[in-house]
């Protein structure tokens, strides 16, 4: 969903007067209309439009809801669908959620429980993609990854180094892979090393190279994984675990953009670029003498900070969805679906593993399930109980109120506190989004200088 634009609804019904009626009420809440007179003129509407949320009759001639909504999940996965119908029974209801329709309502609809449907649909849906510029591998509908996507987004442009903090497992080598494909260095070499998964003994020669005999089992030259680099980029991962004596070599080397390979005694120019990670606080190491300032400098002239999943919950189900569709599309298995409560049961975890971690549950739950939909009482059984008890979950309930509390102050915050440009971004009436703020006792004089 694009924030900077009014939420799109594709409303389809054979019936031009239920079109006129539904469309003047969506309109009148502030949503932007888009109509289709059947399945198929949907499909063709998707095809030019984008939509946020597609509402869909029933019975229609030629393809019924069921039908269109199957079509849609096969073109255009995580894409929201609501069926009405004026003929609802519980076993249709039954058979249109358990195929993965987020909402089955019975006409006359009421106005009130269609807007909730909608807020719900919105919340659990997987944006298509709108671009940042940089990073379209990375997932996210967080401010704050917006914001810093942008300032890497600028960054890539210049050659300076970057130093890139973060939690083990929230992705920094995807950014640093990002920062590279944007940047003038995009057609050379990116090269990523971890430093802590190398013996000291062996890291100075895997990244500057070693000449035959230089050592017990050096039977051939290796021009290392700098020389293997020039002319594009290099990620240190884990920088904070670099022995001593090389990082007095690697400073050397950013200095004067030559490598000397263990045995020789010729130097060798390059020209790379070093982008850095470390989950450290690497002003502590230095203070404590395990980490040299001088190279601190060198490696840091320019830093971006990746929060931890935790500290951008919105991002969980948006993740979760995008690990679940490319496992169907990897084993070519049919598509599975979480649950509401499935998803608030992910969302409500604080993910001490990151991204990694959820990544992993996401597969072992894919591999686990037998059913279609992904249900609750499965997700909470495959968190880790030592991290996070199903008797400390919260409620249902309590974990929507924190996650409505938290979507309130990120878009008035990215609004800059303008109640009616946040209310128009969260598809609510400026009225219902007072009533919200006052429910969450939220300030909007206080986050209006809030940085997102």
């Given at each position: 969903m694009n924030t900077q634009s009014r939420i799109k609804i594709l409303l389809v019904d054979d019936d031009p007067g239920v079109l006129q009626l539904l469309s003047m009420r969506l309109e009148a809440l502030d949503f932007e209309v888009v109509c289709a007179d059947g399945g198929k003129s949907a499909l063709a509407t998707l095809q030019k439009e984008c939509a946020n949320i597609v509402i869909s009759d029933l019975r229609m001639d030629g393809m019924d809801g069921i039908e269109l909504f199957e079509k849609i999940q096969q073109q255009y996965a995580g894409l929201p669908v609501?069926?009405?119908?004026?003929?609802?029974?519980?076993?249709?209801?039954?058979?249109?959620?358990?195929?993965?329709?987020?909402?089955?309502?019975?006409?006359?609809?009421?106005?009130?429980?269609?807007?909730?449907?909608?807020?719900?649909?919105?919340?659990?849906?997987?944006?298509?993609?709108?671009?940042?510029?940089?990073?379209?591998?990375?997932?996210?509908?967080?401010?704050?990854?917006?914001?810093?996507?942008?300032?890497?987004?600028?960054?890539?442009?210049?050659?300076?180094?970057?130093?890139i903090r973060g939690e083990s497992g929230t992705g920094k080598e995807l950014l640093a892979s990002a920062i590279q494909a944007a940047s003038d260095r995009a057609d050379?070499?990116?090269?990523?090393?971890?430093?802590?998964?190398?013996?000291?003994?062996?890291?100075?020669?895997?990244?500057?190279?070693?000449?035959?005999?230089?050592?017990?089992?050096?039977?051939?030259?290796?021009?290392?994984?700098?020389?293997?680099?020039?002319?594009?980029?290099?990620?240190?991962?884990?920088?904070?675990?670099?022995?001593?004596?090389?990082q007095v070599k690697l400073l050397r080397v950013l200095q004067e953009q030559k490598i000397r390979p263990v045995g020789s005694q010729q130097d060798i120019s390059i020209?790379?670029?070093?982008?850095?990670?470390?989950?450290?606080?690497?002003?502590?190491?230095i203070a404590d003498g395990r980490f040299r300032e001088d190279l601190y400098y060198r490696l840091n002239v320019a830093s971006l900070s990746l929060p931890a999943l935790r500290d951008r919950r919105a991002d969980i189900q948006l993740l979760a969805k995008h690990f679940l569709h490319n496992i169907s599309l990897r084993t070519n298995s049919e598509a599975k679906r979480f649950s509401p409560a499935a998803l608030c049961a992910l969302m409500a975890y604080d993910w001490p593993g990151n991204i990694r971690q959820l990544s992993n549950i996401v597969e072992q739950l894919a591999a686990l399930s037998p059913a279609a939909i992904i249900g609750e009482a499965q997700t909470i059984a495959a968190l880790p109980q030592s991290k996070n008890p199903a008797s400390e979950l919260p409620p249902l309930a309590e974990a929507r109120k924190k996650f409505e509390r938290e979507y309130l102050e990120q878009v008035l915050a990215s609004t800059k506190g303008n109640v009616t440009d946040a209310a128009r971004q969260a598809g609510r009436n400026r009225s219902d989004f007072h009533k919200l703020i006052k429910k969450h006792q939220l300030n909007p004089d206080i986050l209006r200088n809030a940085k997102t």
């Open positions: 609501i069926v009405l119908t004026a003929h609802g029974s519980i076993k249709e209801a039954v058979s249109a959620t358990q195929k993965g329709v987020f909402s089955f309502l019975t006409k006359p609809v009421d106005k009130d429980e269609l807007l909730s449907s909608i807020q719900q649909a919105l919340s659990f849906s997987v944006d298509r993609p709108s671009g940042h510029g940089i990073g379209s591998n990375i997932i996210t509908c967080c401010a704050k990854m917006q914001q810093l996507l942008e300032q890497a987004k600028l960054l890539a442009k210049s050659d300076i180094n970057i130093m050379q070499p990116f090269i990523a090393i971890n430093c802590s998964a190398i013996p000291a003994d062996l890291l100075e020669s895997e990244l500057f190279g070693h000449v035959k005999g230089a050592f017990t089992g050096a039977s051939r030259d290796n021009k290392g994984l700098f020389a293997s680099a020039d002319g594009g980029t290099v990620f240190l991962d884990e920088i904070g675990d670099m022995p001593a004596p090389l020209n790379v670029r070093v982008l850095s990670a470390t989950h450290q606080h690497l002003e502590d190491a």
